[in-house]
């Protein structure tokens, strides 16, 4: 009953934030163009994962191991680099599931699975913050029946103690996409539309991409791993992409000490900025990174009082 309380009040906190970010971006000289970044992440990206209609088709392995240093793909794997993020959330979004168990399996580049071994099959699990990381090779296509089936990704997506989600990741532009009897599919319970991601190629010769995954798991996380946008948020950040430059507005609700914490894909911090104690107000602070950064995505957060209120997406061309 408490938990029911906590999640209605959450919930309805999160309903006026975004009303509250409505109203807020009314005011173009605070904002600028960052509100419909905000308003994207908070309205549109809230959306169920959905299963795929192959559902786990013919090629999952049972037990493969869990992966090693974030590394699905060996260094010496045939390939283009592929570095795939994002974070798992129960399906307001309003909580983050840490200890999410991942089963990823994919075909090599020339469309193979590897049905003897578990090369290209492993294990991710969600950290505290409810974020996944791996590395691997773009997997490469292979025939089912006439059609070739677009590049992919499968996935068994486990919240502890919850269902498990059983679905793959497409790519935008992938050709194979518009045939594929699975990928095409855009409404319903097996609707892809949100799995088809954007890849990025940084200036590592690496595709980045991120997928946020939204999954039954409520109640999992009460308590000790909530998103806490009661407490300050970031509203947006511009130019996004950007290059020399980017601005960040974002809010402080209470009285605490702050700091704005930029990660690469990896999970890596590249930059903390505006370290202070601040009072409940609109502030902005623009970063500069070096030239040497590589292109690719970013993660800008907010911490306050050490603890990770919120974070939005850039990328860096
Ligand atoms: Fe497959």
Known sequence: MVNKDLKDSRRQFLKNTSLSILSIAAFPTVLKSASSISLQDFSNSCNESTEDAYGQGPFYSVNAPFIQNNKLANSNEVGTRIILSGQVYNLDCSEVIPNTEIDIWHADDEGSYDNQGYNLRGKATTNNQGFYVFESIKPGFYLNGSNFRPSHIHFKITPPGFNTLI???????????????????????????????????????????????????????????????????????????????????????????????????????????????????????????????????????????????????????
């Open 167 to 317: 679905t793959q990741l497409y790519f935008q532009g992938d050709p194979y996409i518009p045939t594929d009897a699975a990928a095409s599919i855009t409404s319903g319970s097996f609707d892809a539309t949100h799995r088809i991601i954007p890849l990025v190629l940084n200036s590592n010769g690496e595709l980045e991409g991120t997928w946020d995954i939204v999954i039954d798991g409520n109640g999992v996380s009460i308590g000790t791993n909530n998103i806490h946008l009661d407490r300050g948020m970031i509203y947006g950040a511009s130019p996004n992409p950007f290059q020399d430059m980017i601005e960040i507005n974002y809010g402080v609700f209470q009285k605490a000490k702050v700091c704005i914490v930029v990660y690469d894909i990896r999970g890596q911090i590249v930059a903390t900025l505006d370290e202070k104690t601040l009072y409940p107000e609109k502030y902005s602070v623009s970063w500069e990174p070096s030239r040497r950064l590589p292109s690719g995505h970013y993660f800008i957060s907010i911490k306050m009082n050490d603890l990770q209120v919120h974070y939005i997406k850039v990328i860096r061309q």
